[in-house]
């Protein structure tokens, strides 16, 4: 049975769903105290804490507690194995007071620095050290979860890791990476600085914050790409067009995921131009797997689209079932990806970066990056889990499908909005700019049209959380038979390995890889901060 793991998932998938509302007030707040001719609901000082719980809520919180209750149903169900109670309940206590410490600063006012804490802006210690509890929890979990593939590969030499599993191993072999360097920024950098004022070298800090800052993405990306290769298929009734393809695209997520993190500080003097060449170069190798995963999907789509009478060359899409609350819940989150991922690759072109970086363009590439490829696959999970963990019947199913489009068409409006308004040089993180009456009147229109898409993505979020819930507590009383269930992990059989050993079930190899690639990766751009010389300066308050 999986007694343990179940209510393990249910409480983090709780916690996570509590992250919404809140997270979406606070958003909601934002967008109007940003958006010109639009109410002022906050004062300018207060804008910073609402900016900080949005991204610390959505972004951090509800992942990592989402990625933990997942990653725990997934495994458990397809390795058919037990993780230790022991380590569940550690990683759960440690995660929640880490949770419950952050959010005591946060929402008393005393950590006004964002989801990204850079110094010397100085927030309550209890907000760093919330921080580093949730990675601590969040670690003791990944080691037990390790503990489980490791030995399903020893003890199954002949049998290939399933699908969702590898996925959701990447995911944490990622976390394993990225990681350590923000701990150690957190404890031997900004709790001290919290503390006693220590000064801390900026660049040094930020650094390490990058070096756990991109990963971060994928960490978020992957469980969704789990979800999307092993239910989209099997809503479809066929077969994923190439399981291999989508091996090599996780390890080439594993190993790319941590060497790139310098397209965040492409304007960051003190490092010179070469590592961020460097880095450039290996962003793009990292954006490949979701090229190969965009295939992958779309031919999976085409062939179950043809099954139906498809014809020509793009008859075979309208006979999907675009109407199916797992079918669109699982496949409008790509289709925004597809908007995310491209202006990802803008970004990360060294050149066209200096154009919108720090500018709401970026705000527009995230939303539809974890807003719209993570976010709203994670949400559809949860549905789909009270549909078939809780055996609740979900209430209204039209109106989530309704709501998935309203989300997915939000979202391309919020982005163009924003988009346009960057390259027009709108900055994010900031309402001074705005409301001080120095903001350009052509940017106007354009963040008015993302407030409104903005507005049309929190009506379909509130709807959605209100469903979860209506079907939580009032959905009727109905186990649903194994074949119909789309998150059906205990029915997978692994498949066997032919012709001997297979280089992409070694594991273990490929997460020496990407140790070694991180470390290469990071030795040059530290080694040229340290050789410039330390600059520490004193902790100011925000
Ligand atoms: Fe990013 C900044 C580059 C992916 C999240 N990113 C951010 C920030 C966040 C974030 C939160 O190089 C802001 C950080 C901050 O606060 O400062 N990102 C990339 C690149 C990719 C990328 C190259 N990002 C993500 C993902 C995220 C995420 C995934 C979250 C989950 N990002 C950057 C850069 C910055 C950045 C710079 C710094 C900018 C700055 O200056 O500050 C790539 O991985 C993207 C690859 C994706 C593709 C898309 C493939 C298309 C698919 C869809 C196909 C469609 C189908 C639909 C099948 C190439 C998979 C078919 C439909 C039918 C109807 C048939």
Redo the contacts with the bound molecule.
């Keep these: 049975s999986y007694e343990a793991e179940d209510r393990f998932t249910k409480i983090t998938m709780l916690v996570a769903f509590l992250m919404l509302p809140l997270g979406g007030l606070f958003g909601i707040l934002q967008l109007f105290k940003r958006t010109p001719g639009f109410p002022d609901p906050v004062s300018d000082s207060t804008y910073y804490t609402v900016l900080t719980g949005h ?1 610390v809520v959505l ?1 951090i919180v509800f992942t990592t507690f989402f990625i933990m209750g997942i990653s725990a149903f997934v495994v458990s169900r397809e390795l058919k194995t037990n993780f230790s109670r022991l380590a569940l309940n550690l990683s759960l206590g440690l995660a929640l007071l880490g949770t419950v410490l952050a959010a005591v600063a946060i929402l008393s006012g005393q950590a006004k620095v964002l ?2 804490f850079y110094p010397p802006l100085r927030a309550n210690p209890l907000f760093y050290i919330g921080a580093a509890l949730l990675i601590v929890g969040s670690w003791v979990f990944m080691v037990d979860l390790f503990r489980l593939v490791l030995r399903f590969r020893r003890e199954n030499p002949d049998l290939k890791i399933p699908v969702a599993t590898y996925g959701i191993l990447t995911a944490w072999v990622i976390w394993l990476v990225a990681t350590p360097p923000v701990a150690l920024e957190v404890l031997l950098l900004l709790v001290p600085m919290s503390l006693f004022g220590m000064e801390v070298d900026v660049l040094l800090a930020r650094t390490l914050f990058w070096w756990f ?2 990963p971060l ?2 960490f ?2 992957l469980p969704a790409v789990a979800l999307w290769y092993y239910a989209i298929p099997r809503v479809l009734g066929v077969p994923l067009f190439s399981e291999t393809m989508a091996k090599v695209a996780y390890i080439l997520y594993m190993i790319a995921s941590t060497p ?1 993190g310098l ?2 500080q ?2 960051d003097p003190g490092i010179g131009p070469f590592f961020k060449l460097v880095h ?1 170069l290996t ?2 190798v ?2 490949t797997p ?2 190969l ?2 295939f992958n ?2 031919a999976t ?1 085409e062939r179950a689209g043809r099954m139906r009478g498809g014809r020509g060359l793009v008859g075979w ?1 309208f006979k ?1 079932p675009w109407g199916s609350l797992a079918f669109s819940g699982l ?1 409008l989150p ?2 925004l ?2 908007n ?3 202006t ?2 803008i ?3 060294f050149q066209l ?1 200096t154009v ?3 500018t709401t363009w ?1 705000v527009g ?2 939303h539809t ?2 807003g719209g ?2 976010a709203l696959t994670f949400i559809a999970a949860m549905l789909l889990l009270a549909r078939e963990m809780m055996n609740r019947e979900i209430v209204a199913p039209w109106l989530a499908v309704a709501a998935f489009y309203m989300w997915t068409v939000g979202q391309y409006l919020f982005s163009i909005g924003y988009y346009v308004a960057g390259v027009m040089g709108a900055p994010r993180r900031t309402s001074e700019l705005l409301y001080g009456g120095l903001a350009p009147a052509e940017w106007a229109p354009w963040l008015q049209l993302g407030a409104i898409g903005g507005m049309t993505f929190w009506i379909a979020g509130v709807i959605l959380v209100g469903l979860i819930a209506a079907t939580l507590l009032f959905g009727k009383k109905t186990a649903v038979p194994k074949d119909e269930r789309v998150l059906a992990f205990d029915s997978t059989t692994p498949d066997k390995i032919e012709n001997g050993k297979y280089i992409l079930e070694e594991v273990r190899f490929w997460i020496v890889v990407t140790v070694a690639l991180a470390i290469l990766g990071y030795i040059g751009p530290l080694y040229e901060i340290f050789a410039r010389g330390l600059v520490p300066v004193g902790p100011v308050p925000p």
């Design positions: 991204g972004a989801y990204t800052g991109h993405v994928y978020w990306l790139v397209h965040h492409f304007v450039t962003t793009f990292v954006a979701s090229m995963t965009a999907i779309l789509l899409v999907l496949m790509i289709v990806f597809a995310g991922g491209i990802g690759v970004n990360a072109s970066n919108v970086h720090n970026i590439h995230f990056t974890v490829a993570s």
